[in-house]
C-alpha cells in the first residue's frame, strides 16, 4: 500500500461519516417542520395581537409615533393589526386556513417594513416562514389535512 492510499482513506471514512449524518438528518419527519414553523411564528403573532389586546392605548401610541401608517388613524390602525395578528394567527396554530391565514399577516409585515424597518430582521424571519407556509402548506398536523382527506373519502 503506498502513502497515497493512507492519505485518502481519512478522507473517505470523512466523508462517508458526513453523507451518513446528512442522509439520517434527512429522514428527519417533514411534518414536524411544518407544524414547529407553524406553531412558532402562530405564537409570535399571537402574542403581539394579545399584547395589543391587553393594552391597547399603549398600542394606539405605538401607531402614533412609532409605526405612523398612512392614512389610517392610529387606533384604527391599532385595532386592524390586533384582530388580524389574533384571527390569523389563531388559524395557523390549528393549522385551519393556513395558506389563506398566511396573506394577510405577509400583507402587514409588508407595511410594517415599510413604516418601521427597523426590526427588517424579524419580518424576513416570519414572512420566510409564512411564504414556506403559504407554499408548502400546513402539513399532516392540521385541521386542513383532516378536512382534506375527509373530502377525499367522500367523493
Not at 7 to 22: E, M, T
Not at 26 to 55: C, E, H
Not at 106 to 120: C, D, G, S
Request: proline residues 5%; positive net charge; charged residues 15%.
Amino acid at each position: 500500500m503506498s502513502s497515497s492510499d493512507n492519505a485518502i482513506s481519512p478522507d473517505a471514512g470523512l466523508r462517508g461519516r458526513l453523507v451518513a449524518a446528512r442522509t439520517w438528518l434527512a429522514r428527519f419527519p417533514f411534518s414536524i417542520v411544518q407544524l414547529a414553523l407553524r406553531l412558532g411564528v402562530g405564537m409570535a403573532f399571537f402574542n403581539s395581537g394579545l399584547l395589543k389586546y391587553n393594552s391597547f392605548d399603549y398600542a394606539t401610541q405605538l401607531f402614533e409615533e412609532a409605526y405612523k401608517v398612512p392614512f389610517l388613524a392610529p387606533a384604527v390602525a391599532a385595532r386592524m393589526a390586533m384582530v388580524n395578528e389574533l384571527t390569523c394567527s389563531i388559524l395557523l396554530l390549528l393549522g385551519l386556513a393556513t395558506r389563506l391565514a398566511t396573506l394577510p399577516l405577509l400583507a402587514m409585515i409588508l407595511v410594517i417594513q415599510i413604516v418601521y424597518p427597523a426590526t427588517w430582521s424579524d419580518h424576513v424571519l416570519w414572512g420566510s416562514i409564512l411564504i414556506f407556509l403559504l407554499t408548502r402548506g400546513p402539513g399532516p398536523f392540521s385541521m386542513d389535512y383532516l378536512i382534506e382527506r375527509y373530502f377525499r373519502k367522500h367523493r
